[in-house]
Nanobody
Framework: QVQLVESGGGLVQPGGSLRLSCAAS????????MGWYRQPPGKERELVAV???????NYADSVKGRFTISRDFAKHMVYLQMNSLKAEDTAVYYC???????????????WGQGTQVTVSS
């Protein structure tokens, strides 16, 4: 069993920053990667960023250069630093545990409850 709890969402103006946190507990090291997804209003869920146990990171093209994923093994935490936020970043953001294969990330059934990020003036 794995439990994931996100926090840090909120309302921010365009150009602003937020840091999302994901607290993980349980058998988290059964998975070789952690990822952040987001679901904009009325749209499908999309993968935003992934970090592996070895520290390899991957980002969606839409957030490259603006978002940074990181993890603290000792604290069982995963973070998503979001800078230069745009209106199109508005979404519910979810933390996941999963498997990074050679070419893609596959999330497990373990997801957090989500945290709302709204970018608006």
């Amino acid at each position: 069993q794995v439990q994931l709890v996100e926090s840090g969402g909120g309302l921010v103006q365009p150009g602003g920053s937020l840091r999302l946190s994901c607290a993980a507990s349980g058998s988290i090291f059964s998975f070789n990667a952690m990822g952040w997804y987001r679901q904009p209003p009325g749209k499908e869920r999309e993968l935003v960023a992934v970090i592996t146990l070895g520290g390899t990171v991957n980002y969606a093209d839409s957030v490259k250069g603006r978002f940074t994923i990181s993890r603290d093994f000792a604290k069982h935490m995963v973070y998503l630093q979001m800078n230069s936020l745009k209106a199109e970043d508005t979404a519910v953001y979810y933390c996941t545990a999963g498997t990074q294969g050679r070419t893609s990330y596959r999330p497990s059934d373990y997801w957090g409850q989500g945290t709302q990020v709204t970018v608006s003036s």
